[in-house]
């Protein structure tokens, strides 16, 4: 782990547990009344007022405490608490009275991972997941939960599974902001009574086996493949009825047979090299003597 993680992670230890949690503005406080003793047992010849200056100075010191604006402080006076304090400046009196814990009411991201968890369908995945919660209510979070933090983490690993396991795998690959949505009310429900709300719950990613998803490529494909062939033959069978339709009207119409006869053959020898070849019968039958000599002089004039 990078060295700036670790100390990263202990400074917001030390500010959550701010028990034995030494201020700035005490330090300074302390300092001051030790110069001021100091200074004056050196006018006055007399050891009692550096005596004075050091034990004020050490009072103050572990006296004054400071909140940071997005912190709240709960006070234990003989082990009883006393109420919550901060944020700011705020002064606690000495060995009688502690700070137990300094809660961040600011949104927190935790990152939840559910690893080698089993779908309604029996497959395998894992899943990371992420989770936007903040506390409400820093009191019952203080005194109703040990250590929220590890339960928020150890609850949404929990809920994560359980709700793996009530879910099919096309489901949580297609549907990911329900599986989110139902993450959701579970951890809010479980985590109200303790005074922290969940914000919301992304599912980042889900994690299958190679081989499965292979196997799910290729299933894919097979479909399209079939997708494609009904087409095909969708479209083949709406042809056949057209031609079907066409047959009964040219069957009851021998007119119509032969303009569509005549209308082909012109299509086709319309363009210039083109060479047909049409039965000596066809030619008697639909007349086209005229027409093909009519196109002969036609193409010998151009």
């Known amino acids: 782990m990078p060295l700036r993680t670790i100390l990263r992670q202990r400074g917001s230890e030390s500010g959550a547990r701010g028990g034995s949690q030494v201020s700035s503005i005490g330090v300074a406080v302390f300092l001051i009344a030790l110069v001021a003793g100091v200074a004056t047992t050196l006018v006055y010849k ?10 004020i100075g050490f009072y103050f010191l572990f006296a004054i405490k400071v909140a940071e604006q997005w912190q709240k402080a709960a006070v234990l006076r003989m082990g009883r608490y ?5 944020p700011g400046l705020f002064m606690i009196v000495p060995v009688i009275d502690s700070v137990s814990q300094y809660v961040d009411q600011r949104v927190r991201v935790t990152d939840v991972k559910a690893e080698s968890a089993l779908t309604r369908d029996t497959v395998p995945v894992n899943v990371d997941a992420i989770i936007f919660w903040l506390v409400w209510n820093p009191e019952k979070s203080i005194l109703e939960v040990m250590d929220f933090d590890n339960a928020i983490t ?3 690993q929990t809920a994560l599974r359980e709700s793996i396991g009530r879910h099919d795998l096309a489901q949580m690959i297609t549907e990911r902001e329900m599986l989110g949505r139902e993450l959701q009310r579970i951890l809010d429900e479980k985590t109200n009574p303790w005074g922290i709300t969940v914000q919301s719950v992304e599912i980042r990613d889900v994690h299958i086996p190679q081989a499965l998803e292979d196997a799910m490529s290729r299933q894919a494909q ?7 062939r009904i087409i095909l033959g969708t479209a083949e069978t709406e042809i056949s009825t057209k031609f079907s339709e066409a047959s009964t009207v040219y069957l009851n119409n021998p007119i119509a047979l032969h303009l569509r006869a005549m209308n082909m053959l012109y299509e086709a020898i319309k363009e210039k090299g083109s060479m047909v070849i049409v039965p000596s019968s066809a030619v008697e039958t639909m007349g086209l003597g005229g027409l093909l000599g009519t196109a002969s002089l036609s193409g010998q004039r151009q």
């Open 154 to 156: 150890l609850s949404a």
């Open 82 to 86: 006393v109420g919550l304090r901060g």
């Open 222 to 228: 097979a479909e399209r493949e079939r997708q494609a």
């Open 46 to 55: 007399q050891p009692a007022f550096a005596i004075a200056g050091i034990l």
